[in-house]
């Protein structure tokens, strides 16, 4: 059995932070390439952050970076995105995703299993 479940969304001022976490059970996720995606509604869903799993290495959006971290807690089966500096325009559901061999980071089809998504809503 497979699960994924996303936590630590919710309601935050502009300027706040927040901490999502992908806890997964029945498989582990050091083994694979974990992304956060986003969709806000009337948009697609978009690549927020990647982390490889052979040499740790990262992706994040232009719009992003500098203010989000993806992270892993393999001890825990754990990965983080902590998000800094929230701006309304982060306002969406964010979704983490499991990638079993992934050629290009971050980008949509190449991610096989998902999580329900968690709400993040950044306003005043």
């Known amino acids: 059995q497979l699960q994924i479940v996303e936590s630590g969304g919710g309601l935050v001022q502009p300027g706040g932070s927040l901490r999502l976490s992908c806890a997964a059970s029945?498989?582990?996720?050091?083994?694979?390439?974990i992304g956060w995606f986003r969709q806000a509604p009337g948009k697609d869903r978009e690549g927020v952050s990647c982390?490889?799993?052979?040499?740790?290495?990262?992706y994040y959006a232009d719009s992003v970076k500098g203010r989000f971290t993806i992270s892993r807690d393999n001890a825990k089966n754990t990965v983080y995105l902590q998000m800094k500096s929230l701006k309304p325009e982060d306002t969406a559901v964010y979704y983490c995703?499991?990638?079993?061999?992934?050629?290009?980071?971050?980008?949509?089809?190449?991610?096989?299993?998902w999580g329900q998504g968690t709400q993040v809503t950044v306003s005043s």
């Open positions: 995703a499991v990638g079993y061999d992934v050629r290009a980071m971050c980008v949509l089809g190449e991610y096989d299993y």
């Open positions: 029945g498989f582990t996720l050091a083994q694979y390439v």
């Open positions: 982390i490889s799993s052979s040499d740790g290495s990262t």
